[in-house]
C-alpha cells in the first residue's frame, strides 16, 4: 500500500452537523470532535452553502428535520438530484418514530434517535456509514490492471483527487509513458511476449515510486501514467524503466517515450491534466533521439495551429483551398524513360498561413477520421484529371490516389470509387489505389476484404511504403494487390550502402516472384536511377524527374 493510501485511511473525515438547537448542535460536536472534523450549519440553506463552499469534501452529514428557513427533508431532496454532492451519506437526526420511516424511504443511510444515546453507539454508527460509503465507491473501480498490478485507470481517477486532497499545497506533475512502436513488438515477437514487456515497464514505475511520493496506473494497452509531487522525476523515471527492460528488450533505451506535464493547473480537471502530458509525449512519438518532453509553449502552439487547421477544413474545401498536385511516374525498362502515370499528391494553399504541406495536415487528419473528407475530394479532382488530360492530349494517363486506412472501413468504399470515375467518364483500371502497406500489415482481415473488393471491381492497387510495415513473406502471397511502390528510405542509400542495394535486388527477386510490378520511390539522382533500372526494377518516382506539380505544368511531360 503506498504511503498516500495509508494516509488516507487514518485521515480524519468531515462531518456536518445540521441541527436548528444550538444545545443538540453542541451535544454532538462534543461526541464527533476527538475523531472527526466538525463543521456547523443551522439549517438546511446553511448547510448547501457549506457545502458548496467546502466543493462537497466532506464524508457524513448529520441531518435534523425539523428547522426553520430549510428542514431537512428540503435540504434532502436538494441534495439527492445534486450530481456532484448527491452522493454524500446523510444520517437523519430524529425524535419521531414516522419521521424515521418516511426519511429512510426516501434514501438516507441510517438514522439517530434524539435524545442521544450513549456517545459509543453514535460514533459506531457514524464510522460504519462512512466506512460503507467508501468502500463502494472504491470497490466500483476493480483497483488493479491484471497483467502489471499498477491501479487501472478508474482507480487512477478516483485516488488522484484523494492525493489532492493530501498534498493541496504542493504543485504536481503528470507523467505519461509510451511504448514506441509496441504494435510491431505484439506482432512481431507475439502478445506474450508484448505482455512481458508491459509488466517490465510496470516494475520499472514501482521501483521508481519507492523514492517518489504519488501514484502511478496502466491506462490502457501500452499507456501509463503517474501523478507526483513534483520534482526533478523524468531522468530517474526513465532510467529505472529502462533498466527494468533491458533483460528483455535489446533497445530498451530507445523504445520508451516519456511526456511531463510539471506543476500541472489545480484549475484544470484530472482528465485534462493527463492529456496535456500525452500530447507531450506523442510530440515525440517516431522520434527515436529523443525519450523525454514537456508539455510547453511548443506543444501549446502545435495544439493551437492544429486546432485552427481542423476548424478552417470544411471552408477550405467549399473555397477550393486545397490544390492538387501530380508527381510524374516512368517506365524505365524501356530504351528511355516513358511516363506511365501520376500519383495525385494534395497540397493546401491556407489563406492565412500560407502554402502547407501535407506531412503537416495528414497524420493530424487521420488521427480524426476528417481525412475521408480530404481524400474524397482529391480523388474526385484526380478522376476528372485524367479525363481532362484524354480530351486534351488524347492520351489517357493513370492516375493514382491515396486511399487512408480510415477511408477502408467506410463500407460503401467500392460502390462510392465507381461512381466517381463513371462521373468523370473514366475506366476504373486507369484510376490507381495507393494502401499503404501498415494498413495491411495493422488491420483484421475484413481491411483486406474490402481491398480484394475494390481489386474485383477493377482498380489497380498499389501497395505504398513497402518496407515500413512488417508484412511477412507469406502475407505478401495472400495480400491483394497489382504494384509494389517501394519506400523512399530503400532507395536512398541505394548507391552509398552495398547492403541496401543487395535488399532492394532481393525485394525485386520477390515481387518477380509474385508477379506483381515495382515503383521504386524519392530517386533523385542519376546513379540511383541507373543502378534501378539494371536491378530490373519496373517504374521509377523522384525529383529526378520532377517533384510534384500543379495540373497545368504536369501537361509538359505528356
Ligand atoms: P507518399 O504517398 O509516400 O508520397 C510520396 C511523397 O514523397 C510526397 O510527399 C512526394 O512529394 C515525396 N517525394 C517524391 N519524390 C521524392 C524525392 O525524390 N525525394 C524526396 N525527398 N521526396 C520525394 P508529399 O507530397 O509531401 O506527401 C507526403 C505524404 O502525405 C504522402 O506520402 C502521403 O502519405 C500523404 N498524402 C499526400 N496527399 C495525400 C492525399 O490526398 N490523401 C492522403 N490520404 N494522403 C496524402
Ligand atoms: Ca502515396
Ligand atoms: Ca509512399
Same mark, same amino acid.
Given at each position: 500500500m503506498s504511503d498516500f493510501v495509508k494516509k488516507r485511511l487514518n485521515k480524519k473525515r468531515r462531518v456536518l452537523i445540521v441541527d436548528d438547537e444550538e444545545i443538540n448542535r453542541l451535544l454532538l460536536q462534543n461526541?464527533?470532535?476527538?475523531?472527526?472534523?466538525?463543521?456547523?450549519?443551522?439549517?438546511?440553506?446553511?448547510?448547501?452553502?457549506?457545502?458548496?463552499?467546502?466543493? *462537497? $469534501? /466532506?464524508?457524513? @452529514?448529520? =441531518?435534523?428535520?425539523?428547522?426553520?428557513?430549510?428542514?431537512?427533508?428540503?435540504?434532502?431532496?436538494?441534495?439527492?438530484?445534486?450530481?456532484?454532492? *448527491? $452522493? /454524500?451519506?446523510? @444520517?437523519? =437526526?430524529?425524535?419521531?418514530?414516522?419521521?424515521?420511516?418516511?426519511?429512510?424511504?426516501?434514501?438516507?443511510?441510517?438514522?439517530?434517535?434524539?435524545?442521544?444515546?450513549?456517545?459509543e453507539v453514535i460514533l459506531v454508527r457514524i464510522a460504519r456509514t462512512i466506512q460503507l460509503f467508501e468502500d463502494k465507491n472504491i470497490i466500483k473501480a476493480t483497483q488493479f490492471d491484471d497483467r502489471t498490478g499498477l491501479f487501472n485507470s478508474e482507480y487512477f481517477y478516483e485516488y488522484s483527487t484523494f492525493f489532492d486532497e493530501f498534498n493541496a499545497n504542493d504543485s504536481k506533475d503528470v507523467i505519461a509513458v509510451n511504448v514506441n512502436r509496441f504494435h510491431v513488438i505484439n506482432a512481431m515477437e507475439g502478445r506474450a511476449f508484448g505482455d512481458q514487456v508491459l509488466s517490465c515497464i510496470a516494475k520499472g514505475i514501482k521501483a521508481y515510486l519507492e523514492h517518489a511520493e504519488g501514484l502511478a496506473c496502466r491506462h490502457h494497452a501500452d499507456l501509463f501514467y503517474l501523478y507526483l509531487k513534483s520534482g526533478d522525476h523524468e531522468q530517474a523515471l526513465y532510467e529505472s524503466i529502462v533498466s527494468a527492460l533491458s533483460g528483455i528488450l535489446e533497445d530498451a533505451a530507445g523504445r520508451i517515450r516519456i511526456g511531463v506535464y510539471k506543476n500541472a493547473d489545480d484549475s484544470l480537471e484530472f482528465g485534462k491534466k493527463m492529456d496535456y502530458a500525452l500530447l507531450a509525449c506523442n510530440s515525440i512519438n517516431g522520434d527515436y533521439n529523443r525519450q523525454i518532453a514537456y508539455y510547453d509553449e511548443t506543444i501549446i502552439k502545435k495544439e493551437q495551429y492544429e486546432e485552427k487547421l481542423i476548424h478552417d477544413l470544411d471552408r477550405a474545401l467549399e473555397q477550393h483551398q486545397f490544390v492538387v498536385y501530380f508527381q510524374p511516374k516512368y517506365e524505365i525498362l524501356g530504351e528511355e524513360p516513358t511516363l506511365c502515370s501520376a500519383e495525385a499528391l494534395i497540397r493546401w494553399n491556407h489563406p492565412e498561413l500560407g502554402m502547407i504541406s501535407p506531412g503537416v495536415f495528414i497524420p493530424l487528419f487521420e488521427n480524426n477520421g476528417l481525412i475521408s473528407k480530404v481524400d474524397r475530394y482529391v480523388w474526385k479532382v484526380a478522376a476528372l484529371q485524367v479525363a481532362r488530360w484524354r480530351d486534351t492530349f488524347g492520351k489517357i494517363i493513370p492516375v493514382s490516389v491515396n486511399v487512408s486506412r480510415v477511408d477502408m472501413l467506410s463500407r460503401g468504399l467500392t460502390e462510392e470509387m465507381k461512381g466517381i470515375v463513371k462521373d468523370a467518364g473514366i475506366d476504373a483500371d486507369v484510376f490507381h489505389l495507393e494502401v499503404t502497406e501498415s494498413a495491411y500489415t495493422d488491420s483484421q482481415s475484413d481491411l483486406i476484404e474490402r481491398v480484394a473488393g475494390l481489386r474485383d471491381a477493377g482498380f489497380a492497387i498499389e501497395m505504398d511504403d513497402f518496407g515500413t510495415g512488417y508484412s511477412s513473406l507469406n502475407m505478401l502471397t495472400s495480400l491483394p494487390f497489382d504494384i509494389l511502390k517501394l519506400d523512399m528510405v530503400f532507395v536512398r542509400k541505394i548507391h552509398t550502402d552495398e547492403k541496401a542495394l543487395r535488399l532492394v535486388g532481393f525485394i525485386l527477386d520477390i515481387a518477380k516472384f509474385l508477379n506483381v510490378k515495382v515503383i521504386a520511390e524519392g530517386v533523385e539522382n542519376k546513379e540511383q536511377y541507373e543502378l534501378l533500372k539494371s536491378l530490373g526494377c519496373d517504374a521509377i518516382q523522384g525529383y529526378y524527374f520532377s517533384k510534384p506539380v500543379p495540373a497545368e505544368e504536369f501537361a509538359k511531360f505528356i
Open positions: 461526541i464527533l470532535a476527538q475523531d472527526y472534523d466538525v463543521m456547523l450549519a443551522s439549517n438546511g440553506e446553511e448547510a448547501l452553502e457549506i457545502i458548496h463552499r467546502e466543493n *462537497g $469534501k /466532506i464524508s457524513l @452529514i448529520l =441531518l435534523d428535520l425539523m428547522m426553520p428557513v430549510m428542514d431537512g427533508f428540503d435540504f434532502f431532496e436538494i441534495l439527492k438530484k445534486d450530481p456532484d454532492y *448527491g $452522493k /454524500i451519506p446523510v @444520517i437523519v =437526526l430524529t425524535s419521531d418514530k414516522e419521521a424515521e420511516v418516511k426519511s429512510l424511504n426516501l434514501g438516507v443511510a441510517d438514522f439517530i434517535p434524539k435524545p442521544y444515546d450513549v456517545p
